[in-house]
């Protein structure tokens, strides 16, 4: 929406979806005084220069008034409804692992189906997208289900109370074994279940809704923005949003025409660098970089700030490495470490795109959600986005093992569990002696519902640990991420595998 800044009163925008949404939504959002979301985990730790100017406020989705109905009297033990195809591929596993271990049929439904159906069920597992607070959670909490959710954190605990209205799980072990419990003991599951419906009914319908809103407008008053800041913050929310749409090409032409009529600013400069390399006009990119990395250039593309310049700083790096240009990569480096001199120039382009993105993640800028990076076409802005572009310079095998020990390292930090499952994969199979390395990926695997595999590579990670005289060290190790290991037995026989408690 345009115009915003014509509104003499109190804006807020109501984010919903963030966890897809987050890489233009953090743009959009500055344009209003509050945002309310469900996720305001994921605005709130942002890095400080991609953060709003007031923290996001927990504001969930509405709950809705059901009757309630005993669990003595439901017919279904668990029931998940939701979207599966190929697009999720998480989710198609978690479907997998519901109906093989535990009978129960994942599907799509409608709206009003979907809550008669929970409305008959005790038990509600779910699974979301990218470890977010989301619609189901409340919805089945809304039919007096027992929701089973993956443990998301402070946003999940500002709408319940998890261990009395929810219960959470880290990885499919631990989902499989509250499953296993609970299905048959539907006494407990109407007590959380209840809890969760009271809590509904009590904080979370729309009318609770409507009388917070109304609280919230009166606490504050709107902000006046500067001349032509909210202009060009619509304009650069509407670049990033088409950024991440299947249209984007089709748009380019409209894309840079509009940030032509933005006045200067490192921001805008930085958007018209990444559509001229995102269009494939090298030529104009190559003159851009040049122009911003001029001796005399001064103004306000760079700052003696390194965190507030480093989003031009970053695209100038990319646009050097895709334009093979490491003189000017390593102009952009210096310019961004200033006087640390002990930090010397990477020297070549594949050094060059690890350096930058171990920079970008230590400035907290590990990935953004919902956007789906092309590593031949997109300009990288976070550190996985940066180590996936290092891969076409990989030189050799030794380079390729600490490209994937780094990548690893990095989707562990994120949210992106189907991604994470491959890049520990290929650590452990670098690895072939480290036990740690081993459990890692069997955790990968548990956490994306891959419940065989995740065994058999905890029961390859202990054989490990055990030859090589660290079994207490690997029981703390796998204890510490839910694997509860009672006791360990010598692999002898078939399927000799430690018991879990």
């Not at 923290?55 to 017919?75: I, K, L, N, T, Y």
């Not at 990033?240 to 032509?260: D, F, I, M, T, V």
């Amino acid at each position: 929406m345009s115009g915003l800044e014509e509104l003499d009163c109190p804006k807020i925008f109501w984010a919903l979806d963030s966890h897809l949404n987050l890489f233009w939504q953090r743009w959009y959002g500055r344009l209003f005084d509050l945002v309310l979301t469900p996720h305001p985990n994921l605005f709130n730790s942002l890095p400080a220069a991609w953060r709003l100017r007031n923290d996001a406020r927990p504001f969930a989705m509405p709950g809705f008034g059901r009757a309630w109905r005993s669990h003595a009297q439901r017919r279904q033990t668990a029931a998940f409804v939701g979207v599966i195809d190929q697009n999720r591929p998480r989710r198609s596993r978690f479907a997998q692992f519901l109906q093989q271990r535990h009978h129960v049929d994942a599907r799509p439904l409608s709206f009003q189906a979907m809550l008669d159906l929970y409305d008959d069920t005790r038990i509600l597992p779910n699974e979301s997208i990218c470890r977010e607070f989301n619609f189901r959670i409340m919805e089945g909490a809304s039919c007096g289900c027992c929701v089973l959710t993956e443990d998301i954190g402070e946003d999940l605990h500002a709408h319940f109370e998890p261990g009395k209205e929810v219960l959470t799980y880290r990885h499919a072990l631990e989902l499989d074994e509250l499953l296993s419990f609970f299905s048959v003991r539907p006494a407990l599951t109407e007590k959380i279940g209840q809890a969760a419906q009271r809590r509904v009914q009590m904080n979370h319908l729309p009318e609770h809704r409507a009388s917070e809103l109304i609280r919230i407008f009166r606490s504050f008053s709107a902000r006046t923005c500067a001349p032509g800041e909210s202009e060009r913050i619509f304009a650069l929310a509407c670049v990033q949003w088409a950024r991440g749409n299947p249209a984007y090409r089709k748009h380019l032409p409209s894309l840079a025409a509009l940030l032509e009529r933005q006045d200067i600013h490192h921001d805008v400069t930085a958007m018209r660098l990444r559509l001229l390399l995102e269009s494939g006009r090298m030529e104009d990119a190559r003159n851009l970089l040049s122009e911003i990395l001029a001796p005399e250039s001064c103004g306000p593309d760079f700052s003696p700030d390194a965190e507030a310049s480093l989003d031009i700083h970053t695209v100038c790096a990319v646009a050097a490495l895709r334009l093979g240009d490491l003189p000017a990569f390593q102009a952009c480096w210096r310019r961004q470490h200033g006087k640390k001199t002990e930090l010397p120039a990477p020297a070549n382009l594949f050094q060059g795109c690890l350096a930058w993105a171990d920079m970008l993640a230590r400035a907290g800028r590990l990935c953004q959600p919902g956007f789906q990076f092309d590593p031949a076409r997109d300009c990288p802005e976070s550190a996985l986005e940066m180590f996936l572009m290092a891969e076409q310079w990989i030189p050799d095998e030794e380079n390729r093992r600490l490209w994937v020990r780094k990548m690893t390292e990095c989707c562990d930090k994120t949210p992106l569990l189907s991604l994470a499952v491959n890049c520990n994969a290929r650590r452990s199979l670098d690895a072939p002696e480290d036990w740690r390395a081993s459990l890692d990926y069997a955790l990968a695997c548990l956490r994306s519902f891959r419940l065989e595999e995740g065994l058999a590579e905890v029961e390859a990670a202990y054989g490990l640990a055990r030859n090589a005289g660290q079994e207490a060290e690997f029981r703390l190790a796998a204890d510490r991420q839910g694997i509860r290991c009672t006791r360990f037995t010598t692999p002898t026989g078939p399927r000799s595998f430690p018991t879990f408690s």
